[in-house]
């Protein structure tokens, strides 16, 4: 969009008498000034403009000129999804870009790569006071994320979902530990993670999404408030969860309903939606 706005002013003032275009270059300059602070920036096969065909460089060079155009200012999302792209290799844009993104007042991040030899490190010292203070949605994909003790804490966090992400259980307990408005965690196919132990000072904590990290052995949660578990691919100790809070419960798991109409009545009372999906039942 910024792209065309920007070719499309150039063609009206070049086809203008000189004063006519003058005025117009005063009004467009406003124009182009209020794109320079525009709040939302999503970039994706279909916003950027891409044919069928199109190849990763083309959206890393429209990318790179469009950021190169932005203040930083006034920027609430960021969102660069890379679904269905072919040709990718803009890992060396991405500092860059992330250092005009991550400004304070950012609300929401989200960076969907795709699967590639190397896995982009996600530079967590951009993570500054500012920014640490109004980022309330972080959502990463095909990224390594090794937050350490010094990242400080993230009091606005929301939601953090991590989908094919390379972190351990020590690096993903350092983030909790310092995220203590969270609301929503998704992991998907996080596959370092090998226990998950929620802490009781995730007071605001509603919502827990696991699916499919292999070496997960063990599922703890001391969170009063998690009224919402969608699971597959592991088993649940309910001893190990707090559960009278809950009232959503999805369960991809086999031999499991028996134990359901067994369990479940006692230890979350306040069931509302159950969902089980069992391949066997002996």
């Known amino acids: 969009q910024w792209l065309c706005v920007q070719e499309m002013l150039f063609h009206i003032h070049s086809l203008m008498p000189m004063r006519e ?10 124009f182009l000034h209020s794109w320079r602070c525009h709040p939302n920036l999503i970039f994706n096969k279909d916003t950027i403009g891409l044919k069928k065909n199109g190849r990763g460089e083309n959206f890393h060079h429209k990318i790179d000129r469009i950021l190169r155009n932005h203040s930083g200012i006034s920027l609430k999302m960021f969102n660069l999804d890379y679904t269905g792209m072919r040709g990718f290799n ?7 870009w992330l250092q005009i993104a991550l400004k304070p007042g950012i609300e929401e991040l989200t960076l969907l790569l795709i699967k590639t030899e190397k896995q982009y490190n ?10 640490r203070n109004s980022l309330q949605h972080l959502k990463l994909r095909f990224a390594a994320l090794h937050p350490t003790v010094e990242l400080g804490p993230l009091g606005s966090l929301k939601s953090l979902h ?6 351990t259980w020590d690096e993903l307990n350092c983030l909790l530990c310092n995220s203590l408005a969270l ?4 992991l998907n196919c996080c596959a370092e993670i090998i226990c998950l132990k929620i802490p009781c000072a995730l ?4 919502s827990l999404s696991v699916l499919g990290c292999e070496r997960l052995k063990v599922i703890e949660s001391k969170a009063p408030n998690l009224s919402s578990i969608f699971l597959r691919g592991h088993r649940l100790n309910f001893s190990l969860v707090e559960t009278l809070q809950m009232k959503k419960l999805v369960y991809f798991c086999s031999n499991f309903v ?4 067994a369990k479940l009545p006692t230890i979350m009372p306040n ?12």
């Open 21 to 30: 275009a003058a005025r117009a270059a005063r009004a467009s300059r406003a």
């Open 122 to 131: 996600f530079p967590c010292s951009l993570l500054s006071d500012g920014v």
């Open 203 to 206: 007071q605001q904590l509603s």
């Open 90 to 96: 803009g890992t060396s844009y991405f500092d860059s």
């Open 258 to 261: 028996h134990g359901a109409r």
């Open 271 to 282: 069931l509302e939606t159950l969902d089980i999906i069992s391949q066997v039942e002996v």
């Open 162 to 167: 991590l989908s094919h992400v390379n972190i």
């Open 183 to 186: 609301e929503q965690l998704e």
